[in-house]
C-alpha cells in the first residue's frame, strides 16, 4: 500500500509535466494497439513523446529536457544527432538509400570489424539484434547438424522463436520439473520449439555440462551475452566465459557471444575485454551509428556456409541489409570509438557507480549497482546479483517509482533500472545524475 502510495505522487508530478504526451499517447491508441510500436519503450501511465535529441539530452513535445542515460537502450554511443555523423549521412543520402546491389561502405564497415573483433574473421550485415541471432543460430545448427542450444535463464537475444524462453520467469524455476527445462515468455511460439531449448543460470558452467553431459549429441551451440543486459547488467565471473569456451571445443559445438549491447565495452568487444573468443558473434546496436542494423560474424569455415557461390548455402536476404545510410553512419560510429573515447566511458561510468553507490549506502536502502564499463544497473537487492534468479526481490516494484521520480527530475533511464553512457557527455553530466539520484534515493528511503 505504502508503495503505491508513493507510485501515485510520481504519476501525479509525471502527469502534470508530460500533458501534451498524454494527449498525443491518446491519438496513438486509435491506430496502433496500446498506442505502441515498441514494447520495451512503453511504460506506465504511458510512455513520453519526445521532439528531438541533440548530443546528451532529449526534448519532449511538452518542452521538458533530458540528460540520456538510456541512449536507445545502449544504440546511441555517441549522442543524438552527431555532427560527425550526420556529415556523411547527409552526403551519402545524396546518392539514394537503398539499392539491389553492392556498396563499397558495406566491406568498408565490414572490414573495421573483422580487424577489431577477435572472433569474427568474416561478417554479414543484417537489420536488428533479432536477426543476427537468429542467422546465427541458423549457421551453429547447419554447421553441426544438430538442432538445440543452450541459453541463459534471463538472457535476451531478440525475439525469434527459438529465444522466447526464459527471460524474465520470475519464480517458476523452483516449482519446474526440470531445471533446465524452458519457460515460453510469450504466447504464440511452438511448443515444438521448446524441445530444442535447454536453459542454464548464468555464471553456472557447471549446470552448462551437465546439460551437455546429458544432451551433448543434440546441443549445436551455447548462446550467452557476456554481460547480461535485460536480467540487468550482470558481470561474467571469473573464469565463466573461458569455461563455456571449454566446454564447446570439449562437446564440439559452437560458442556464439551476443555482443548486440556488450560490443560498446571494447573496441573489440566484450570477447576482447574478456580474453575468450567465440565461434560465433551477433552485434547491432552501435555499429549502425543511430540507424537499423544487426550483423553477425565468426570463424570462416562457419560463414562459408553463406557464401551463394556453393551448392545448398544459406539463404540470407533482406531488402535493407547493408543500406548506405547505415553503412556510411557505422564507419563513422566506429571511427569515432577509439580507445581514447572507450577509456572516458570507463571513467565517466565509475564517477556515475560512486555515486550512486554512495547515496545507497547513506540511506541504507537495500539496493546495489552492476556496472561494466559504460553500462550499469540499479537492483533492489543487497548485493549485486550473478544470475537472474538472484535479481528478484520484493522490493523490485520500486525501480517503477524510481524510473518515474528520475523523470521528474530530468534523467532518462530505462524502467527495468539500466543506465548508459555517451561519448558526448560531461562530468558535469553524471553529476547532475548522481545528485538527482540521491534525490530520489532520499525519498523512496522513508517508505522502505
Not at 550467452?224 to 562437446?251: F, H, N, S, T
Request: proline share 5%.
Amino acid at each position: 500500500m505504502v508503495l503505491q502510495t508513493v507510485l501515485q505522487e510520481a504519476e501525479q508530478e509525471y502527469c502534470k509535466r508530460t500533458e501534451k504526451s498524454r494527449k498525443l499517447y491518446e491519438v496513438a491508441q486509435r491506430v496502433m494497439p496500446g498506442g505502441d510500436t515498441r514494447t520495451i519503450a512503453f511504460f506506465k501511465p504511458y510512455p513520453l513523446t519526445m521532439d528531438r535529441g541533440s548530443g546528451p539530452r532529449l526534448y519532449d513535445v511538452d518542452g521538458n529536457k533530458y540528460s540520456d542515460f538510456l541512449n536507445n537502450y545502449t544504440a546511441m554511443i555517441h549522442g543524438h544527432a552527431h555532427p560527425y555523423i550526420l556529415r556523411h549521412v547527409k552526403t551519402a543520402l545524396g546518392l539514394g538509400t537503398a539499392y539491389a546491389a553492392a556498396i563499397v561502405e558495406q566491406s568498408q564497415l565490414a572490414a573495421i570489424l573483422c580487424k577489431r573483433i577477435p572472433g569474427v574473421e568474416q561478417v554479414r550485415f543484417c537489420n536488428s539484434g533479432t536477426e543476427a541471432t537468429m542467422f546465427a543460430l541458423r549457421a551453429a545448427r547447419a554447421f553441426t547438424g544438430r538442432p538445440a542450444i543452450i541459453k541463459m535463464e534471463g538472457g535476451y537475444h531478440g525475439t525469434h522463436d527459438a529465444v522466447e524462453f526464459s527471460i524474465a520467469p520470475g519464480n517458476a524455476r523452483d516449482k519446474n520439473h526440470l531445471a533446465w527445462a524452458p519457460i515460453p515468455d510469450t504466447r504464440g511460439v511452438p511448443e515444438s520449439v521448446a524441445r530444442d531449448v535447454y536453459i542454464a543460470p548464468f555464471n553456472d558452467a557447471g549446470a552448462v555440462e551437465e546439460i551437455l553431459q546429458q544432451k551433448g549429441e543434440e546441443i549445436a551451440a551455447i548462446l550467452v551475452e557476456p554481460v547480461m543486459g535485460v536480467a540487468g547488467v550482470i558481470p561474467p565471473q571469473p573464469g565463466y566465459l573461458q569455461e563455456l569456451r571449454r566446454l564447446a571445443d570439449q562437446y564440439g559445438i559452437l560458442l556464439i557471444f551476443d555482443e548486440v549491447q556488450t560490443y560498446r565495452l571494447d573496441t573489440g568487444g566484450a570477447q576482447r575485454r574478456f580474453g575468450v573468443t567465440p565461434d560465433l558473434t551477433a552485434i547491432g546496436k552501435i555499429i549502425g551509428g543511430g540507424f537499423p542494423v544487426g550483423a553477425f560474424g565468426g570463424r570462416s569455415d562457419v560463414m562459408a556456409l553463406f557464401d551463394p557461390r556453393q551448392s545448398g548455402c544459406l539463404s540470407q536476404s533482406g531488402t535493407f541489409n547493408g543500406n548506405r545510410a547505415t553503412m556510411v553512419a557505422g564507419i563513422a560510429s566506429m571511427e569515432l570509438l577509439n580507445e581514447q573515447a572507450i577509456t572516458r566511458l570507463e571513467e565517466l561510468g565509475l564517477r556515475l557507480e560512486t555515486g550512486m553507490v554512495s547515496a545507497i549506502r547513506r540511506y541504507a536502502l537495500p539496493a546495489s549497482v552492476t556496472r561494466v564499463g559504460s553500462m550499469l544497473n540499479l537492483h533492489f537487492t543487497e548485493h549485486p546479483p550473478a544470475d537472474y534468479t538472484s535479481t528478484i526481490s520484493p522490493h523490485k516494484g520500486l525501480s517503477k517509482v524510481v524510473h518515474l521520480e528520475l523523470l521528474n527530475r530530468g534523467i532518462f533511464t530505462a524502467p527495468r533500472g539500466m543506465w548508459n553512457l555517451s561519448t558526448v557527455m560531461e562530468e558535469a553530466d553524471i553529476d547532475q545524475a548522481i545528485d538527482a539520484f540521491t534525490d530520489v534515493m532520499s525519498k523512496i528511503s522513508r517508505f522502505v
